[in-house]
C-alpha cells in the first residue's frame, strides 16, 4: 500500500484561530452612542433590534502574524450563544479599516470607525441553543480587504456585527470575554501564504 501524500495546496494551506484576549476588545454598542465593554448585562453583547434600538457587537484579534501576500481562503466568525433563541435578527458583519485597529472605549466605539467596502450578511436560519457555537458566512473577502492595505501592521484585526434593519425585539445574545475568555468570540481563519 502506497503513503498517501499531501498535495502542495494542502501542503502550503495554514490554518489559525484567534481569541478575544483582553476585556477590551470585545463589548456592546447600543443607538450607536453608548459603549459597554462588558457587554449590556450579565456579560452578555446582544445584536440586532431589542426592541428599543439597533445593538452591534464589536471584536478586536490581536497579533493576527499573518505572512506576507497571503491569500485567505476561508474566514469564519465564532460567536457562543448565551441565551436560548427563537429570534430572527439582520445582522450585517465588516471589517474596521484600519492598519491595526484600536482598543474600544467610549471615545472609539465601533460605529465611529472607518469601515470595509465588504460586508457580509448573516441572519440566523435556525433557533440558537444556549453554550454553543455559532459560525458566521464566509467572511474572507472582509479579512483579505484589511490585511490587503500597504501599512497593515500584523498587530490587530477588528470586526463588527451590526443590526441591519432587524424587526424590533429580534436579537442574539452571546457571551463576552468577560463571562469566561473560553466563552469570547473567535476568528478561524484558513490561508495559502505566498511561499
Known sequence: MSKFKPSLVNIRRMFSKLRIIVNSDDGEEDYDTTFYPNGYGSNQISMGNDNTGSNDAGFRFLRPLLPNNVKITSAKLRVKSAVNSTKRPNLIIKGIKQTSTLSFDATHRPSQQPKTTATVAWIPGADWVQNTWYESPDIK???Q????????????????????????????NIYDFNSGAANAAQLILTLEPDL
Open 141 to 143: 473577502a472582509i479579512i
Open 145 to 172: 480587504e484589511i490585511i490587503d492595505q500597504t501599512e497593515f501592521t500584523n498587530k490587530a484585526i477588528g470586526l463588527v456585527i451590526e443590526d441591519n434593519s432587524s424587526p424590533a425585539n429580534n436579537y442574539e
